[in-house]
């Protein structure tokens, strides 16, 4: 089997978890599929290397192939920042799986990342990086870019315990109305993700953006004291459906375009 039917094949058997049961609200604009990357930095000056590889040559290319609006975040507090953070929204599985070979023969791309893409092993610019790939909800089936301004963001992972009830927290978003209710009470999601391969699965991962943290204190204050929410949170049907929530709130770096 050729590596991307392998791929399209696992991320289509996965998405469908996020699919089932959610036909009440099904939207007919097509589902787009978010790789996050989180790369571990050099210590010391030279991190400087990759962002001017990620400005100059990767993001370019990435857009020259139908991937964007990008992403590049570093962390504000709730992680370890010797990483950098980059958000890859692909319109397809096939974008995802031709990604690699297309950018080995891209010439433009070679050239201008050539001091990063051919820097020796005796002098590395980052250590390794590691991906999720996740395919979004159907009831937010798209990346929403916001407002070019200054801006923090929240990243949120929530764990489940098994299978079952992770789709039933996916469940609870696009059928029971979750992301309605982000939105009436003033939160501003940019995506929703199921987590298709990755760490720590079963699990679904998702940002919202705030103006600053006063801005991200009162908009989950509203959230939770919402009629909405309370009636929602209290339905035994989404009991014990997420076990365990890592968040982090990160800041854009000047050159994202998110």
Avoid: C
Wanted: glycine content about 8%; charged content about 25%; proline content about 5%.
């Amino acid at each position: 089997m050729e590596r991307r039917n392998f791929l399209a094949g696992a991320a289509l058997t996965g998405a469908g978890l996020a699919t089932s049961g959610a036909t009440a609200k099904e939207n007919t604009v097509e589902r787009e599929y978010y790789e996050y990357r989180r790369y571990q930095l050099m210590p010391g000056d030279r991190n400087g290397a990759i962002h001017d590889f990620l400005e100059k040559a990767a993001i370019p290319a990435w857009n020259r192939y139908g991937i964007g609006a990008v992403g590049v975040f570093t962390g504000v507090y709730g992680g370890e920042w010797t990483t950098l953070e980059v958000l890859l929204p692909h319109k397809s599985m096939e974008s995802v799986a031709s990604l690699p070979a297309a950018l080995a023969a891209d010439e433009e791309f070679r050239k201008a990342g050539a001091a990063f893409l051919d820097a020796p092993a005796t002098a590395p610019e980052f250590v390794r990086y590691e991906s999720s790939l996740m395919a979004a909800f159907a009831g937010m089936p798209q990346l929403k870019v916001p407002e070019k301004k200054g801006r923090i963001f929240e990243l949120r992972t929530y764990e489940s315990h098994s299978e079952k009830f992770a789709k039933k927290k996916i469940d609870m978003f696009n059928e029971g109305g979750e992301i309605d209710i982000f939105l009436e009470t003033g939160l501003t999601p940019v995506f929703f993700g199921e987590t298709l391969i990755g760490p720590r699965m079963p699990n679904l991962t998702y940002m919202i953006t705030f103006d600053d943290m006063a801005d991200h204190s009162a908009s989950w204050s509203n959230f939770v004291r919402s009629d909405g929410w309370k009636k929602l949170s209290g339905d035994s049907q989404y009991k014990d459906t997420v076990s365990n929530i890592h968040n982090k709130i990160l800041r854009p770096l000047g050159y994202s375009q998110i």
